[in-house]
């Protein structure tokens, strides 16, 4: 299974949320960058159709496969200020 790990930390002047090296938008405050990362990663969880999908490998290859709908990846929020949410993804609760 995929995991996906959201980091919320200081950014531009703010708060944002990251996947890697990518940035969400700068919020004012933290607890707005973490609860837009507690979205992103309940929209991580719906489930869809299955979709065939092409994809280029990084040797140049091309694959053509079909993809569960429901095979949905791991999701954790690592908040620099409180630590590890782990696999919370904490929609609905108040910060």
Not at 35 to 45: D, F, G, H, S, T
Not at 69 to 86: A, K
Request: charge should be negative.
């Amino acid at each position: 299974m995929t995991k996906i790990i959201y980091e919320v930390v200081p950014h531009d002047g703010g708060w944002a949320y990251r996947l890697g090296d990518v940035y969400s938008e700068t919020f004012p405050s933290h607890d707005e960058a973490l609860e837009a990362a507690r979205i992103v990663a309940a929209e991580q969880q719906r489930g869809g159709e299955s979709e065939e999908i092409s994809y280029q490998d990084e040797n140049g290859v091309w694959h053509q496969e079909v993809v569960d709908g429901n095979d949905r990846p791991e999701i954790e929020i690592l908040d620099t200020r409180d630590n590890l949410v782990s696999g919370d993804t904490g929609v609905g609760r108040s910060s």
